[in-house]
């Protein structure tokens, strides 16, 4: 099984499409096989449950996501699991050995700027273009 982390600084991300970099973990039992950071490609509806699907993540781990794009990786067979906040490190052994408890997400659209690690920050990055990321930087 591949699971797929939304990153900041080594932190799960308050919200999954516009995190620096996706931490790769691939499970087997409750063995961590194998562990990769890449960076995030961008950000536009659909791109990302495709991308993903191709690099064979079964599962989203994240602080919070909007419904529609948990309907298209649910479209491509992949789980979400929303609502977690801590290291990724800590996450990735939760998850491993069971213990990885789904919240509510930390990601309702239409709700603003958030303020620390736990609400979702929908100000646009410095990286980012009107009308969405900018994959080219």
């Known amino acids: 099984m591949k699971i797929a982390i939304s990153t900041d600084q080594g932190f ?11 931490t790769i973990v691939e499970v087997e039992g409750t063995k961590i096989v194998n562990t990769e950071e890449i960076v995030n490609p961008g950000h536009y509806p659909g791109f990302l449950p495709e991308y993903l699907s191709e690099k064979g993540v ?3 781990i994240c602080g919070g996501m909007g419904h529609r794009a948990q309907s298209l990786f649910r479209a491509k067979g992949i789980d979400t699991i929303v609502g977690v906040v801590g290291s990724v490190e800590e996450v990735i052994r939760k998850f491993a050995s069971g213990e990885l408890e789904q919240g509510e997400s930390l990601c309702e659209h239409g709700h603003g ?8 920050r929908h100000g646009k990055r410095k990286d980012e273009k009107e009308g969405g990321f900018d994959a080219q930087t």
């Open 12 to 22: 799960v991300s308050s919200h999954f499409g516009r995190c620096a970099a996706y």
């Open 113 to 120: 700027e958030a303020h620390g690690n736990r609400e979702c």
């Open 58 to 60: 079964n599962t989203i």
